[in-house]
């Protein structure tokens, strides 16, 4: 009986790593996150009172935007993530994802609209609403452009 139960543990192994090493190469591959290299690279820096966001903004080749941004607000946990979205005409919708602080195992997620006039970025304000977990713009609701905290300027990026 025990010789039975060694050899079914023993076919049940085996079964089990063949299966990995009939896996096709290509799939393997298409599974894989292919990072594109962005086209250019520009850094932003928005001040209001004792409140710093820094925003590095990747352009990619199909027009889309990536990118890292940090919120320092006074009296708040810093705010470090990624923003991602893309152009339509001179505004930038995209969707920031991050932590807050030191908690890691919480990720929040929040839409985003900048109008880009000249080499300044100015970050909207406009009606948010969360359906089903996820926040996004008010449809047909106006973003705010004019009595707005954040105004970006161009700066160096910093070498990391």
Do not use: W
């Amino acid at each position: 009986m025990k010789n039975l139960c060694f050899f079914c543990l023993l076919f049940a192994c085996v079964g089990f790593l063949s299966c990995k090493k009939n896996e096709d190469p290509k799939v393997g591959k298409a599974n894989q996150v292919q990072t594109e290299k962005p086209i250019s690279v520009q850094c932003y820096k928005a001040l209001y009172e004792q409140d710093t966001i820094d925003l590095k903004m990747n352009t990619l080749k199909n027009g889309k935007i990536s990118g890292d941004m940090v919120m320092k607000f006074f009296n708040m946990p810093k705010k470090v993530g990624k923003i991602a979205g893309e152009f339509h005409g001179d505004t930038l919708f995209a969707s920031y994802t991050f932590i807050q602080g030191a908690n890691e195992k919480i990720t929040y997620k929040n839409p985003m609209a900048f109008l880009k006039r000249g080499n300044e970025l100015i970050l909207g304000n406009g009606k948010i609403q969360t359906t089903m977990g996820a926040s996004y713009f008010v449809k047909g609701s106006p973003i705010d452009f004019e009595r707005v905290k954040f105004k970006f300027i161009t700066v160096d990026c910093e070498a990391k």
